[in-house]
């Protein structure tokens, strides 16, 4: 079973940054890829910072430019770098672990991210 451990998140001001990290441990896997999702209140999850471990880095088209996703594949762990934050940036922000094996999805339990004002 694979576990994820977040953190970095809190209360910052428009215009700020946020650091968020991820380790995955748990019993052996293989990752396909490591990223972030998030969900702000009335809305569905959606896609943030997806980097497979062969292929192209994915972004949101609304963090583009403003947040950067590094991974590193030996210790299995995810960052996201997170600068010019908008108040709609406010979310719960999960990591996320594909695995070549099951339960496939892996989710985080979530860090909450405020962006005031």
């Known amino acids: 079973q694979v576990q994820l451990a977040e953190s970095g998140g809190g209360l910052v001001q428009a215009g700020g940054s946020l650091r968020l990290s991820c380790a995955a441990s748990g019993s052996s896997f293989r990752a396909n890829a490591m990223g972030w999702f998030r969900q702000a209140p009335g809305k569905q999850r959606e896609l943030v910072a997806l980097e497979p471990t062969s292929g192209s880095i994915n972004y949101a088209d609304s963090v583009k430019g403003r947040f950067t996703i590094y991974r590193d594949n030996a210790k299995n762990t995810v960052n996201l770098q997170m600068n010019s934050l908008k108040p709609e940036d406010t979310a719960v922000y999960y990591c996320?672990?594909?695995?070549?094996?099951?339960?496939?999805?892996?989710w985080g339990r979530g860090t909450q991210v405020t962006v005031s004002s």
């Open positions: 996320y672990l594909a695995t070549a094996g099951y339960p496939y999805n892996n």
